[in-house]
């Protein structure tokens, strides 16, 4: 008589799906991200929304790191928005916001080269 197979309650192929699901909204939110400078930024909100919902189901992940970055892009985009867009009388407010620009733009594609190789953003 063989002894019974162990099945662990959740097999290393549903682990892989769920790593692969949340490998995959990480890109997604990555677009968003990318999208909000052609469409108003209203993307970039979709995209932080979707960071916050799935926040927990990534938690221990080596994606956590990517939702945390782009969470962390979000909120430090808008914060320089703001205040660049409350000094656009001044000269200043211009600089202000391509700097934001260009910071984004880094983050998202720094985020997205780092996803792309399996490891966390830094």
Do not use: C
Not at 76 to 88: A, D, N, R, S, Y
Not at 95 to 100: C, D, E, P, R, Y
Request: hydrophobic fraction near 55%; glycine fraction near 10%; charge should be neutral.
């Amino acid at each position: 008589m063989t002894e019974p197979e162990y099945i662990p309650a959740e097999s290393e192929s549903q682990s892989a799906k769920g790593a692969e699901s949340a490998r995959n909204l990480a890109i997604v939110v990555y677009i968003l991200q990318g999208l909000s400078f052609f469409l108003g930024g209203i993307t970039a909100l979709v995209g932080v929304i979707i960071n916050y919902v799935k926040l927990d189901e990534v938690r221990g992940t080596w994606i956590e790191p990517h939702f945390r970055w782009q969470i962390r892009t979000f909120w430090i985009g808008l914060l320089w928005l703001v205040i660049g867009t409350i000094t656009l009388a001044l000269i200043i407010g211009w600089f202000i916001l391509l700097g934001m620009a260009i910071w984004v733009i880094y983050r998202i594609v720094k985020g997205a080269l780092a996803l792309n190789d399996g490891k966390a953003p830094e």
